[in-house]
């Protein structure tokens, strides 16, 4: 015969870990859901979290599920930024999205744990006149690396 109190525990340890699990589905489900990620707000789980975010440069070692936003600019005009950057997936898979002032988004890199690439590469980037973010975007409590330099902007950090 169980007793009361162990039953409780059970019961309560089994509600934890099925909120546990559908919280983690619920930031998973937003990776391929543009009308999720253009929201003003982040919606993340973030398990882990190394940032510097100063100067015209974004450096960040992150465990995400979800978004995260980590650059705003106000744009006078159009144009077009080449920028330097470094990615790595460690686990999971994750990608770094442009937000345009019309809420488009446009995905500027996508990789996966598969992928552990840690060269230097170079973005065009398309802004446009108003406001323009870029979100990182996680699946899976992906493992990322990232390194990004825009001399225009705002960088910000992700953690809580």
Same mark, same amino acid.
């Given at each position: !015969?169980?007793?009361?109190?162990? !039953?409780?525990? &059970?019961?309560?340890?089994?509600?934890?870990?099925? !909120?546990?699990?559908?919280?983690?589905?619920? !930031?998973?489900?937003?990776?391929?859901?543009?009308? #999720?990620?253009?929201? +003003?707000?982040?919606? &993340?789980?973030?398990?882990?979290?190394?940032?510097?975010?100063?100067?015209?440069?974004?450096?960040?070692?992150?465990?995400?599920?979800?978004?995260?936003?980590?650059?705003?600019?106000?744009?006078?005009?159009?144009?077009?930024?080449?920028?330097?950057?470094?990615?790595?997936?460690?686990?999971?898979?994750? #990608?770094?999205?442009?937000?345009?002032?019309?809420?488009?988004?446009?995905?500027?890199?996508?990789?996966?744990?598969?992928?552990? +690439?840690? +060269?230097?590469?170079?973005?065009?980037?398309?802004?446009?006149?108003?406001?323009?973010?870029?979100?990182?975007?996680?699946? #899976?409590?992906?493992?990322?690396?990232? +390194?990004?330099?825009?001399?225009?902007?705002?960088?910000?950090?992700?953690?809580?």
């Amino acid at each position: !015969m169980i007793s009361k109190k162990k !039953m409780l525990i &059970f019961i309560s340890l089994i509600i934890s870990i099925s !909120m546990l699990i559908g919280c983690n589905n619920t !930031m998973d489900n937003i990776y391929n859901d543009n009308s #999720k990620i253009v929201k +003003e707000g982040d919606t &993340f789980g973030l398990d882990e979290t190394h940032e510097v975010a100063k100067n015209g440069i974004y450096k960040g070692i992150v465990k995400l599920s979800g978004t995260g936003t980590i650059w705003t600019y106000k744009s006078d005009k159009n144009l077009n930024l080449k920028v330097p950057y470094t990615f790595s997936v460690k686990s999971g898979k994750a #990608k770094i999205v442009l937000i345009s002032p019309n809420n488009k988004v446009t995905v500027l890199a996508e990789n996966t744990g598969k992928n552990t +690439e840690g +060269e230097i590469k170079k973005l065009t980037i398309p802004i446009k006149k108003g406001n323009n973010r870029i979100k990182l975007v996680g699946y #899976k409590k992906a493992n990322i690396t990232l +390194e990004i330099h825009i001399d225009k902007g705002e960088f910000q950090k992700i953690d809580f």
